[in-house]
């Protein structure tokens, strides 16, 4: 499936005790035809109010607190006989309440952000997380971000013309800086008014993709504390646009956007297969 150009793989392993590894995931992503950016593993929830149990893994094998565009992913394969409006996902970032408001588009509440150093995490950074310095500086990139953690961490960096940054190569350097232990995504956010961003992002563990839901939510949480953006925006992404919510009430971050079934298949048992001792 895709969300939003987000590509995603669902993997429904409910009603088995089978259980995905990294190398797994890996081999799933190189089997022919099964490239992605984020798969999705269901397994039976723990929870009898919840529809399924979640582990998203990157194509490079690690694990992702959240997906917001797989989530939305999810919800259609476990909606697909419309029956059901409303479900909820357990996920490593928490319960995921999904509510489906047209055939293939789908709201995700993502709970609050984390704003804490501590919490997002950061490296020594201290202090407030709206404005930190990039120490040290990367050559080529601003020298300023905004911290948010929306489940991943994430480094936003606001700038005149996301589309001239050079994505390849700062994607990299930024996602592995020492100022971030458990890695970073990376956001670079042109803000076109008080309810549009658009949006370029390098995943960690994933690359350039087009499209980052938890991006587009913490992107849309930076430009509010800056003072850029009003609490609902549109954020556009190369992969199409999502509408981000970032609700006063409860502190939630609201995340809308579409999601398109691309194919079905069946995984071939050798993927998985290991040698010997």
């Known amino acids: 499936m895709n969300g939003a150009g987000n590509e995603i793989v669902v993997l429904d392993l409910r009603g088995t005790t089978a259980r995905v590894t990294g190398e797994d995931a890996r081999a799933i992503g190189a089997a022919p035809g099964l490239k992605y950016d984020q798969l999705m593993t269901l397994y039976d929830a723990a929870d009898a109010g919840s529809a399924a ?27 697909r006989d419309g029956a059901t409006r409303e479900l909820k996902l357990e996920s490593d970032g928490g319960l995921l309440q999904v509510t489906r408001d047209a055939e293939f588009s789908f709201t995700v509440d993502m709970g609050a952000p984390k704003l804490d150093w501590r919490e997002i995490p950061l490296t020594g950074a201290g202090g407030d997380t709206t404005r930190v310095a990039l120490e040290p500086p990367v050559v080529g990139a601003p020298t300023e971000f905004s911290a948010v953690s929306i489940g991943n961490p994430h480094a936003v960096f606001f700038v005149d013309d996301a589309m001239a940054v050079d994505l390849a190569r700062l994607g990299p350097r930024i996602e592995t800086h020492p100022m971030f232990p458990e890695r970073v995504n990376v956001s670079f956010a042109e803000v076109r008014g008080r309810d549009s961003i658009l949006l370029r992002v390098w995943e960690r563990g994933a690359g350039a993709t087009l499209a980052c839901g938890t991006a587009a939510c913490a992107t849309a949480v930076a430009g509010v504390r800056l003072g850029l953006t009003d609490r609902a925006a549109t954020v556009s992404l190369p992969g199409g646009d999502l509408r981000i919510a970032w609700r006063d009430s409860d502190d939630h971050v609201l995340m809308t956007g579409p999601v398109e079934l691309e194919f079905e298949t069946r995984l071939d048992p050798s993927i998985f297969a290991r040698p010997t001792a």
């Open 53 to 79: 149990s979640m582990k998203i893994f990157n194509i490079d094998g690690s694990l992702s607190g959240a997906c917001g565009n797989g989530t939305r992913c999810v919800a259609w394969e476990l909606m």
